[in-house]
């Protein structure tokens, strides 16, 4: 499986392009800030044809450059019911104390195809010739979604709920630790220790690895 990474704008978010191999199909998975145009030419330099977004929640700095990128190139964007509320009013799912100048130029509207994922019935996304199990993880946000790609080497790709290191936040709005722990308790359980965990934001690391660090994951 190819897993390009890319750290974007000022949040540092991290985007991923998923693909089974060069001059497949792919997917994106959380376009951030100033994001669409690298993300592009990663696209083209690996002759991949982009057939899905997946978002892993709906906060601004994960979704910030899904507009352009689906119109362009036509694709479905995929999202939990409850968090796709956030994707064309930011900040709505943000505290009262954040700073409103730092969301200047977000689209604020949202793409022309959306699609539920990690709700009842909506659990599986195929795109890409790949099998993506989308998990509802809650508890950062009430729709966070935690992606499992099973080909090859197989990776989690946690968003903000889980990462090198540490757990995500659970004090913004509609936050819940316990739900939080309880869901990443859950999804992780059956899973080997060799499987990668890529997360929204800074190193990856291995689901062992975080094993070691958190009881509520053995």
Do not use: K
Not at 86 to 96: D, I, T
């Amino acid at each position: 499986m190819l897993v390009l990474e890319l750290r974007a704008g000022s949040f540092e978010t991290n985007a991923y392009v998923v693909a089974a191999g060069p001059g497949r199909g792919c997917m994106i998975i959380d376009p951030g800030q100033r994001s669409a145009a690298a993300l592009r030419r990663l696209v083209t330099r690996h002759r991949l044809e982009l057939e899905a977004i997946l978002l892993t929640h709906g906060h601004m700095d994960h979704t910030w450059d899904v507009l352009p990128l689906s119109e362009h190139y036509g694709v479905p964007v995929y999202v939990h019911p409850d968090d796709r509320f956030m994707v064309a009013a930011p900040a709505r799912g943000l505290p009262e104390s954040f700073p409103r100048e730092l969301l200047a130029g977000h689209p604020d509207a949202e793409p022309s195809d959306m699609r539920p994922c990690g709700a009842p019935g909506s659990s599986v996304v195929e795109a890409a010739g790949l099998t993506i199990q989308a998990h509802h993880v809650a508890g950062h946000t009430p729709g966070s979604v935690a992606y499992y790609v099973e080909s090859g080497e197989p990776a989690l790709f946690t968003g903000d709920a889980l990462f090198a290191g540490a757990l995500g936040r659970s004090d913004g709005p509609g936050g819940d630790a316990s739900r939080l722990r309880d869901g990443l308790s859950r999804i992780c359980r059956p899973l080997d220790d060799a499987t990668r965990l890529l997360p929204g934001h800074g190193g990856p690391s291995t689901l062992g690895g975080e094993r070691r660090l958190h009881a509520f994951l053995r």
